[in-house]
Structure formats: C-alpha cells, structure tokens
C-alpha cells in the first residue's frame, strides 16, 4: 500500500535522512512521513537497496541511495535518523556530525564507552544535538512516574525494578543463531538501565550484578545466546534496582516499571493494548499488545517529534534548557551499565561500574516555566 507524506505545518520543515530501512527504520520513517507535521522524510539510505525502494515508493520519498554518505553530505538534509545495526552507530553518530547535521541515534550509542565518547566529541565540536532512542520516557505513564517522582511523591527511591519481556510464540525464539551475543544487555536491557537511571535523578549506578542463560533457546547456548536475565544495580543514593528480560512472552509484549520510595510507590506499564476488561461467565480478559511498535507507537512518534522541535529550536537559535531529552550523557550511562552486566554475567561476579566508564548524573529533566522541578 502507499501513502502520501502529510503536508507540512511549517514553511522551513525540518528534512529528515533515513538511514537504516530495517525493523524498526521502516517503522520511525513512518512516523515522521505521516505523523510529524513539521518534519518531511526527504532521503533513506541502506546497503539494503530493495528495502529501500519498497519504503521509498510507500512514502514518496525520491532520494535513495545504498550509502550512507549519500544522505549524511546531502547539502538539503538537515537530520539524520539512525536505525542501523549497533556497530554502525558511533561511527554514523560521527560523521553525521562532520557534515553538520542533527541527529538521532537508535539504542545504544556505540558497543563501548570508547567509541561512543568518540562520536560524542564530534557531536561536541560540531555543536549538534543528538538524541537517543529512549522512547519509554515518552510514554505516556512512565512520564508520569517521573514526574510524580520530581513532585516527591514517592519520596527517596530505595527499591526500583524494571522488566522487559518481548513478544513470543510457543515455536519459541525464531533463528536464534542471528541474535549477536550480548543482545540481551545491549539492546534490550539497555532499555531499562536507561529507564532506571532516569527514575532516580541525580544518582549514578555504582555496581552490577547479572544472571543470565538460555532458557528459551538451550540449544543456542553454546553459540553465544542469552535470552534470560536478572540484574541487580545498586546506585549512589543507596537505592537497589532489579532489570530483568526474557525474549519470549507467550502472553505479548510486556514492560513495567516502579518505584518503591520512603513515601510511597509508582508504577508504569503493562502489557494490555488498552484498559477495556471483559467480566464475563469465563472470568476477566483483556487484550495485550503483541508488538513494540503498538504498545508504544505513541511514545516512537512523541521521541521524534521532540527531537524535530530542538532541531528546529537549533535552527531558530533558542537556548535549550537542561537535559531535556536523552542525550549523550544517558546514553553513555545506559551503556556502561550494560557492558557491566555483560562482564558480570561471564564472570559471575559483581562489577564496578566505574571500571567501565566514569559516570556522571544527567543534568535535571528541564521543567516548563511554571511547573515543579
Ligand atoms: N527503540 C526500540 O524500541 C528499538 C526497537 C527495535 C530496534 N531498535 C534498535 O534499532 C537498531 C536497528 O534494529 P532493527 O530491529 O531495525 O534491525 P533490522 O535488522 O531490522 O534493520 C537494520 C537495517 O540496517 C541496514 N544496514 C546494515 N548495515 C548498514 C549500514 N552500514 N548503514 C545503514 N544501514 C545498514 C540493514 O540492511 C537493515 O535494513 C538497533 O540498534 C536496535 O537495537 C530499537
């Protein structure tokens, strides 16, 4: 099926290059052609050039190209949109960066610290704004949790848990010989060391502890797999947190989050598509979402469109306050927790994490003028 881009709402939208028209590109290419009214899909590049054309000819976007460069140089592209296999990502972040252009890069920033801080550099130097896929911060009730958690509601967090559990089948794990070794950190658990750090402002993670194994996928095991773990993050302000992920939720795409502090406690998420219940002769039902790209559709398209207005509000010469969205430094926390659960995981030991990165808190979530910090 085609569809036309929406007609912009500004006159200088913001003109966005693709690059990476897999899963989850295909998904956010959408999300700026037809939901983002300030911002149009001018270009999409991917090694992948069938994949490409199909996207390109459903949107209408005329600028193709089997390179990255291709768009990144594109003197008529102002942002790049990042949604290319993780080791690609820091160096894209990079060169992005050279040409000048805006950028928002899926989870995580880099497979190290190293490479990561590298690109972060030029991001620096260049003086643009890049922008990490965190997208359950805009979700509408882990947002909330947040700011009830600003409001002091809860009080100090002292206990904190985030879970993801992806989606399955009773078949079990498609093709798990293609899941890259430490996926389930890096890629999937980053989501909630991210989430983690975000709901207990102003503290760092200080050490890790990680059990991990195949139990959905045994006979993966001996190639690398991992597709269940629990880990433990003890923080600066002495809370202790739980992440924990497993890759096959018969039941739909689960995640959740809470926060049990000296005050009380907050929580988000769930795997139901909606609040409609029935209550009926057989019991209580209730739908569940079975992809990511439903349960959080809204949260992708609100990550974007905030990442189009400080684009915009660049362009414009506005002073940003604040951290306001995820940025280099939460990217690089996020990660350095990750690769510590990696580590302790292989070593069944706990891990510093000052001995993968030193970290810093986020700066305060900028607050409009008129609401409590
Ligand atoms: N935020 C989220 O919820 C979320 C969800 C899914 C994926 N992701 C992240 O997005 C990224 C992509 O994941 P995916 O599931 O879409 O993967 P995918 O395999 O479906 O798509 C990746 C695409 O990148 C292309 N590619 C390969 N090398 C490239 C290169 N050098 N330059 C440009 N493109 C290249 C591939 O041809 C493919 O089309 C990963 O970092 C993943 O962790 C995030």
Redesign the pocket.
Known sequence: MSYFQHPVSDAKPVRVGL???????SFHAESVALRIPAARLDAI????LP?VETLASRLGVSKISAD?ADVINDPEIDAILI????R??AG?IAAAARAGKDVFC???GGRTVEELDEALREADTARVTVQF?F?RRYAADFAAARKLIDDGVVGTPQLMRSLTRDPGTAAGIANPERIAPGTIFL?TLI?DFDTLNWLNPGAIPISVYAVADALVAPEAKAGGLLDTAVVTITYSNGAIAVAEANFNALYGYDVRGEVFGSAGMVTAGGPQESSATTYTAAGMGAATARL?VDL?RDAYTAELSAFVDAVKARREGIQEHGNKHPGGVDARNALAVALAALRSAESGMPVDVATVADLRPAEPQFQPAGESA
């Open positions: 690059i990476g028209a897999g899963w989850i590109g590049a991917d090694p992948d994949a990255p949604a290319a296999p993780v690609f990502h894209l899926e989870k995580p896929g997208n890629e989501h990511n959080f």
